[in-house]
Nanobody, 124 residues
């Protein structure tokens, strides 16, 4: 059973930065991809960024392109989401997820393991 634990969320002023991390533990960790998704109150969970675990494929949502960067540390079973130039509309619970099959890494339906989420609040 894989466990994903997010950290790094918090309250930040607009224009500021945060770095989220997600550490995986459990059985031998070798997903197809890792992703970040977010869910604001009253809205559906949406794609933010994703990266394949062994390859070099990455994807990022248009709404955060140029501001957010996802990276991975395979040896530590950890991924990060560096968030710069934060806006009030980035306020949400951010979830880390692992996908196990070679499918579209932008779709949350293709991710089978999820963390509990970490709150990010951006004050304007």
């Amino acid at each position: 059973q894989v466990q994903l634990v997010e950290s790094g969320g918090g309250l930040v002023q607009a224009g500021g930065s945060l770095r989220l991390s997600c550490a995986a533990s459990g059985r031998t960790f070798s997903p197809y991809a890792m992703g970040w998704f977010r869910q604001a109150p009253g809205k559906e969970r949406e794609f933010v960024a994703a990266i394949t675990w062994r390859g070099t494929s990455t994807a990022i949502a248009d709404s955060v392109k140029g501001r957010f960067t996802m990276s991975r540390e395979n040896a530590k079973n950890t991924v990060h989401l560096q968030m710069n130039s934060l806006k009030a509309e980035d306020t949400a619970v951010y979830y880390c997820a692992a996908g196990w099959l070679p499918r579209d890494i932008r779709k949350k339906e293709n991710f089978g393991s999820w963390g509990q989420g970490t709150q990010v609040t951006v004050s304007s």
